[in-house]
Each structure stands twice: as structure tokens, then as C-alpha cells.
């Protein structure tokens, strides 16, 4: 397919999406399915067309005065791509499955390109109901954020410290252009322009000395002061991708517990392990009324709350979430949090320290639960984000110590990561 062919089948998709409501993955899923001509490079070229046009859908429509398919698409090439108007029109011969001309009006629009008179939400692409909890957030600062967050993010890599130095990792994907992440000690990073690199087919991760993880999900691991000999509840384990950090802090000494209360998403964690060479970790999976924790009650020197959120952190991997998410997924969420919260405590021994996460930038989800476990349980003490950010080794992450609370906050914009809060709390010595 040439790549007119291919923004046509991208339009196709945006109008499925819109008129079937579904999630954009399922639609290039079935469209693959139904167009067994277009090869593997067809099918993600489109797909990328389609997930840029979802990056910038509100600017790209903004600019456009148009909200179709088409218009957005024509918008994300001009906001995402950096195309000029003439070179759009070289791809719209209205021939050989190209989309119809542009017209003089969407000419006019794209040589305009201008979201001047645009609100913060738009210029940050962010969904108009979530616009004041953004600006709770970031103020003047809002459509920047926004806008970073709405830019491809690149993959990140952990070491894994049990089969190797980070050094050793860079050299066996010298291939790929790694980089060390900046704050991490453990990342590097990959920076392409095109695709992303298939990583599953490099030895370096089939044998465990990289795992695929944003910077954001290692420094949380890393602020949890997790070390050798500890016992560690990771509460909300999931597939595994910070309980695997945690026990190369540990050197397979002592033991990390790993939890979720979904036994379905434990599930890739046993293969995840083997390929890790990570020892020290029990999986405690549900089993119907049984209480599989019941004898970690007031031992654990840490407990490791990967919250479940909203995602609003994690928007440059999965821009359509986004647009998908609803007033009242953010009111569960804040729910379950408290949930997993109360139920944390419970683990901790005397002087044990609770570690929150979540990839969630907004108040709510973070300093607002804090504010409410600490308002229901004074023998827990907030821990200084700047004191936090130096035991770990990265005093410079107290420049993003919360202003609204404990904890830190980590964006595209400010760290180059996923959006992040992380907090640590320690329990009273008694
Ligand atoms: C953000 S995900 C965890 C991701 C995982 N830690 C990782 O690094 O790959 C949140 C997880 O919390 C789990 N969860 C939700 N409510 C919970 C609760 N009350 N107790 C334990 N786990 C819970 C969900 O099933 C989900 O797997």
C-alpha cells in the first residue's frame, strides 16, 4: 500500500471507531482481519496514523474546524508530523485508493494552523470534563503538560540487576542506540523515530537482562527503599513489571510477596520470573474467601501500592484511554484506592514503610487519598519527598516534591517519564 492508500485506511478506521464506539485496537485488529492484503508494515504504518490522530484529536480538530475522521487525520499530519500543506495535498490525488482532494477550505486551515484563540484543554489535548482537575494540577502550566503528554513516548528499559550491570546492557543493544535514562540507574532508553523496536526478539530481553519498563515505574520501585533481607508486599502486583524491580533491589534476599486482587493478572508473572532468575518472590494468588495474607499481618517492612487509576500518566501509550475515560471511572478508581489503602495498613510492622503509587496525575487519585489514610490513621507519617528522593540516590527528584501534599509528582513535560505520584509513608515505631 503507498502511504495515500494508507491514510485512506486510517480515515476508515477513525469512522468505524466513531460510529461503533469501540477501542481503536479492536478496529485495526478486525480491519487486519478483513484485509489480508495489507502486510505487517501496512498495518502498523496505519495504526500509527490512527493513534497520532487520536494523540492531538482536539488540536487537530481545533485547527481544522472539523471534528471527522478525515479532518483530524489532515490536523494530527500538520501537528504531529510537522507536514506542510503541500505535501498533505501530495498525498490527497483523490487516485488509486488516495483520499478525495483537499478542498480550498482545508487548505486554508492547514496554512492557518492556529490554536491562538484555543483553551488550555484543547492546546493540551485534554478531555474538557478532566480540564479543571488539570489546571488543580498545573495551572499555567496545563496545555504544556498536556501536549506532552500527547507526544510518542519512547521505550524504556530496566536492567535487571541480577543477570547483569547496565553497562552490559548497553552493550549487547548497542544495535538499537540505547541511552541511559536520566534519573534511573538502572534504564536506558530508546529513542526512535519510526517504530518501535520489536523487543522480544533480542536476546538481551528473551534472557532477562532487560525487561520493558518506563523510567516513572522504575523510580517508584526505586523510592520504595526496598533492600536485601526485607520482607516486601507488592499489594497490587499485576503483572509483575515492579515486583520484578523490587527483588533485584534485593538481590534475591528476603522475600516479595506478590498479590493482586484479580488472580487473572498474576498470570504473566511466572514466566516473568523464570526469564528474570528471580528467586525470592511468592506469588499469592486469591483463592475464593481465603485470606492468602493473613500471616503477613504487621510484618512487612514495606508494602508496595501500585494503585489501580486511571491511567492519566500513561496517555502517550494509549492516547485513546483518554478519550474513553468517563467522570465516573475517576470516581471508582478514587474508591478502590481507598480500598487497597486501608487494607495496606493492616502488613505493615512498627517503623514499616507504605509506598503509593500510581500513574495518575490528577489530585484525586493521589494527594487526596493520602490526605484521607492520614487523616484516618495518625500513627502513619507522611516521609519528605526530598528525604525520599535522596535515600534512593536521585536527590534531584525532590525538584518535584508535590506542592499540594506528600509525595512527588513526575510527568513528560518535567522528567521525560510517564506521569507518576509516588509517596512514602512509615508507620509509627510504636
Ligand atoms: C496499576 S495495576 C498494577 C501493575 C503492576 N504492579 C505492574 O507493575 O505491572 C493495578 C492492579 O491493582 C489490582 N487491584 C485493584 N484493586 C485491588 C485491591 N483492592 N487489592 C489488590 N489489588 C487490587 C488490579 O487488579 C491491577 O492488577
Known sequence: MNPSARLSAAIEILTVMDEQRRPVADVLRDWGRSHRFAGSKDRA????????????????????????????????????RGMTSETIAGLLTGQDHAPAPLTEAEL??????????????????????????????????????????SRRAPVDLRTNLLKGDRAKAERALKHLG?????????????????????????????????EVQDEGSQLAALLSGAGPGQQVLDLCAG????????????????????ADADGRRLTPIYDRLARADARNIQVRAPRGTQDVLADLAGRCDLV????????????????DAKWRLRPGALEQRCKAQDEVLAAAVRYLKPGGRL?????????????????ALLAAH???????????????????????????????????????????YIAALTRAAG
Open 378 to 420: 495518625p500513627d502513619l507519617l507522611p516521609l519528605d519527598a526530598g528525604v525520599m528522593a535522596a535515600r534512593a540516590g536521585v536527590p534531584q527528584l525532590g525538584n518535584h516534591a508535590s506542592k499540594s501534599g506528600p509525595g512527588l509528582r513526575l510527568t513528560p513535560r518535567t522528567t521525560g517519564t510517564d506521569g507518576f
Open 304 to 319: 508496595f501500592i501500585d494503585a489501580p487509576c486511571t491511567g492519566t500518566g500513561t496517555w502517550r501509550r494509549n492516547p
Open 45 to 80: 504504518a496505519i495504526g500509527d496514523l490512527a493513534y497520532d490522530a487520536l494523540r492531538v484529536h482536539a488540536s487537530a480538530a481545533w485547527i481544522m474546524g472539523d471534528a471527522s475522521p478525515r479532518a483530524v487525520l489532515l490536523g494530527a499530519l500538520r501537528r504531529i
Open 355 to 371: 509506598l503509593y503509587a500510581t500513574c495518575s496525575v490528577l489530585h484525586e487519585e493521589n494527594e487526596d487519598r493520602i490526605a
Open 108 to 149: 486554508a486551515r492547514l496554512d492557518t494552523d492556529t490554536l491562538a484563540d484555543a483553551p488550555d484543554h484543547i492546546r493540551g489535548d485534554i478531555p474538557e470534563w478532566l480540564a479543571p482537575s488539570f489546571a488543580a494540577v498545573f495551572g499555567q502550566d496545563t496545555a504544556a503538560e498536556g501536549e506532552a503528554l
Open 178 to 210: 540505547p541511552e541511559p535514562t536520566p534519573y534511573s540507574p538502572w534504564g536506558l532508553r530508546l529513542v526512535h523515530s519510526d517504530r518501535a523496536p520489536a523487543m522480544a526478539a533480542e536476546p538481551a530481553y528473551a534472557k532477562g537482562l532487560v
Open 239 to 258: 503483572g509483575g513489571g515492579k515486583t520484578l524491580a523490587l527483588a533485584a533491589m534485593m538481590e534475591n534476599k528476603g522475600q516479595v510477596y506478590a
